[in-house]
């Protein structure tokens, strides 16, 4: 059973010619909120479950939650 549920990589062509990371342009905002989150040390910064039970359904990643949250904000 894996730790996180884990999303479709973005990069992964689909039936269309076209994959999702085609669709986001290079100056968009999202690329940079990602860059930021994958560089943080979660762990070190207080976030809890970055470690997850190992019974139960697997949580989101707390990166991706939070990438997320703070793309909602811009």
């Known amino acids: 059973m894996k730790r996180f549920v884990e999303g479709e990589d973005r990069r992964q062509t689909?039936?269309?010619?076209?994959?999702?990371?085609?669709d986001v342009t290079e100056d968009n905002p999202v690329r940079i909120v990602e860059a930021f989150i994958d560089e943080l040390d979660l762990a070190a910064l207080g976030f809890a479950g970055?470690?997850?039970e190992v019974t139960g359904r697997p949580a989101y990643h707390p990166a991706?939650?939070?990438k997320?949250?703070?793309y909602g904000y811009l």
């Open 68 to 70: 997320i949250y703070i």
């Open 14 to 22: 689909t039936l269309l010619p076209d994959c999702l990371d085609d």
């Open 64 to 66: 991706t939650l939070l």
């Open 50 to 52: 970055i470690v997850p």
